[in-house]
C-alpha cells in the first residue's frame, strides 16, 4: 500500500538567496569606497520583496531571506559610517589632500 505524498513545497525561493548573497557581498564590500551600500540595499529590498513572496507562494527560504535583510541593511549602515568617518577626518585636517596628492616621503614618518 503506497504512502500518501505530503504536500508539494514550491522550493526554496530565488530571491531570499540572491537577497542573501547580495547582503553577504555588500558587508565585505562596506570598507572599498562606499561601493558595499549598493549591493547590500538591493539584497535588503529583495529580502522584504522574498519574505512576501515566501509567505503567498509557501516555499522554503525565510531565513535566508532575513540573513539578505539583516546583512543587506547592515551593510548600508557600515558604509554610511565609514563615509561620515572619513569626512570627519578630512574635516579636521585641511591638509589631507594635499598629503596624498603630493605623496609622502619615508622621512615624514621618522
Sequence with gaps: MPYAAGPATQ????????????????????WCYGIGALPGLIGAILGHVSQKQIRERQQEGKGLAITG???GWSA???????IVIVVIIIAN??????????GSSSSDWD
Excluded: R, Y
Excluded at 76 to 82: D, E, F, R, Y
Excluded at 93 to 102: L, S
Design 76 to 82: 548600508v549602515a557600515l558604509t554610511v559610517i565609514g
Design 11 to 30: 522550493g526554496t525561493n530565488g530571491m531570499a538567496i540572491a537577497s542573501m548573497v547580495l547582503g553577504i557581498v555588500g558587508v565585505l564590500m562596506c
Design 69 to 71: 535583510i539583516i546583512t
Design 93 to 102: 585636517d585641511p591638509t589631507f589632500w594635499d598629503e596624498i596628492q603630493n
